[in-house]
């Protein structure tokens, strides 16, 4: 059975940074992809970045761009998936979730269904 369990989350005022980590243990195929999504309440889940097993990093978001990175460490079946937040906006508030694909080598598209197992979210709050 995966699991992620993501961390890092908190509160930080506009122009600063945080990086999120998400710890991702039982994965049984060797070709994956670990992406990160954010919510805001009464909103659709969106995308932001993902990265696959090969460090093929996907952009989901536009609005994140020159801002946040991704990358990942780890082998085989213990894989941490970093999210690595600068300049952060109020606009970046959100939870923010990580999820898995596996059997593949380049990031699905953001479409919440085609990921299999999430995490339980870390709460970023950007204050103005």
């Known amino acids: 059975e995966v699991q992620l369990v993501e961390s890092g989350g908190g509160l930080v005022q506009a122009g600063g940074s945080l990086r999120l980590s998400c710890a991702a243990s039982g994965l049984t195929w060797d070709d994956y992809a670990i992406g990160w999504f954010r919510q805001v309440p009464g909103k659709k889940r969106e995308g932001v970045l993902c990265i696959s097993s090969i460090d093929r990093v996907t952009n989901y978001a536009d609005s994140v761009k020159g801002r946040f990175t991704i990358s990942r460490d780890g082998a085989k079946n213990t894989v941490t998936v970093y999210l690595e937040m600068n300049s952060l906006k109020p606009e970046d508030t959100a939870v923010y979730y990580c999820?898995?694909?596996?059997?593949?080598?380049?990031?699905?598209?953001?479409?919440?269904?085609?990921?299999?197992?999430w995490g339980q979210g870390t709460q970023v709050t950007v204050s103005s």
């Open positions: 999820a898995e694909s596996q059997g593949i080598i380049h990031c699905p598209e953001p479409n919440p269904p085609l990921f299999s197992s």
